[in-house]
C-alpha cells in the first residue's frame, strides 16, 4: 500500500451509487480522493464517511458537469497536489426518458448528451493535460452495454454510451505514447439510482431490478480499481461486466432474483 498512499483519484459522479463505492475502494486501497457532482450535501456525506473509515482527505468539488465554465472554474480551484490526478474515473452519466424516437424529448436528450459525453470530454480535457505533462496517468471511462447493444426506446442513451466507446478508443491512440492509459468498463444493470433518475422518480417504473440479481456498484467499483492497479506495462483497455442473470441487453433471466447478497438480504430484513 506504501506505493500508492499520495495518489491522487479523481471520480466524477461520487456522490451516489457506482462513482461513491469507486470512491470507497480508492480510499480503502490508500488513495487520496477527489469526488464531484452536482449534489454537495450527498458528496459531503461521502466524504464524512470516508475520511472517518480511512483516515484520509477527502476533497469535494460540486459542480454542474454539464456547464465547461463550472467545471474549468472548479478544477482550477485545486491546488498542488491536488491538481496532479494520478486516476481520473469518467463515471458521471445518466439515462433520461424511454422513449421511442418520434415522441421523445429533447430536454432528455441534451441532458444525455451534455453530461455522457461532453461533460466526460471536459474534466478529460483539463485532467489529461497534467498527465501528459508528466508523463504519467490512468483514465478510465464508465461506459456500458447500452453502447453496443440497442434496446427498444433506448435510442440516445445508447448512442451517448456508443460515443464513450469511440472515445476511448480515440483517447487511446491520442495518450498511449504519452504515458497515459485508457480504459473502459462496461457494466450491464446495476442496482443503483439510475432507474429513478430515467423514469423521473417513479418508483413503480424504476422497479426493474425486483425480479433478477442485476450487478451491484461494488461490483463495478472493484472492476475499475482492478483496472488502475494492474502492472504499468499493462493496459485492461475494455471489460464487460453483467450479472448472472444477464446474458445481453435484452436477454435477462427474471424468474426471480437467485443470486442475493446475503448481507443485502440481512439489511433488507432488519429495515423492514
Known amino acids: ?29 490508500g488513495y487520496k480522493v477527489i469526488i464531484t457532482g452536482r449534489r454537495k450535501e450527498k458528496l459531503n456525506a461521502v466524504k464524512a464517511k470516508l475520511e472517518a473509515k480511512y483516515a484520509l482527505e477527502v476533497k469535494v468539488m460540486a459542480f454542474d458537469i454539464r456547464d465547461f465554465n463550472e467545471t474549468q472554474n472548479a478544477f482550477k480551484s485545486l491546488s498542488s497536489p491536488w491538481n496532479k490526478v494520478d486516476v481520473l474515473v469518467n463515471n458521471a452519466g445518466l439515462a433520461a426518458g424511454y422513449s421511442s424516437i418520434e415522441s421523445g424529448d429533447m430536454d432528455d436528450w441534451n441532458r444525455m448528451i451534455d453530461t455522457n459525453i461532453k461533460g466526460l470530454l471536459s474534466i478529460t480535457r483539463l485532467v489529461s493535460e497534467s498527465m501528459v505533462k508528466r508523463g504519467h496517468g490512468d483514465i478510465i471511462n464508465v461506459g456500458s452495454t447500452s453502447g453496443s447493444q440497442i434496446y427498444p426506446n433506448g435510442n440516445v442513451y445508447c448512442a451517448t454510451k456508443a460515443a464513450v466507446n469511440m472515445l476511448t478508443q480515440g483517447m487511446r491512440i491520442d495518450l498511449f505514447k504519452k504515458g497515459v492509459r485508457v480504459s473502459e468498463v462496461n457494466p450491464a444493470h446495476v442496482e443503483t439510482e439510475f432507474a429513478m433518475v430515467r423514469y423521473n422518480g417513479d418508483a413503480q417504473k424504476a422497479s426493474i431490478y425486483d425480479d433478477f440479481t442485476p450487478l451491484r456498484a461494488k461490483d463495478v467499483a472493484k472492476t475499475i480499481f482492478f483496472i488502475a492497479s494492474a502492472p504499468r506495462h499493462v493496459t485492461i483497455q475494455n471489460v464487460v461486466i453483467a450479472g448472472t442473470q444477464q446474458a445481453g441487453a435484452n436477454f435477462i433471466d427474471r424468474s426471480g432474483k437467485k443470486y442475493v447478497d446475503q448481507k443485502i438480504q440481512e439489511e433488507r430484513s432488519s429495515s423492514s
Do not use: R
Request: hydrophobic share 50%.
Open 1 to 29: 500500500m506504501n506505493s500508492i498512499l499520495k495518489k491522487i483519484a479523481l471520480i466524477t459522479g461520487g456522490h451516489s451509487g457506482i462513482g461513491a463505492a469507486t470512491a470507497k475502494v480508492f480510499a480503502k486501497n
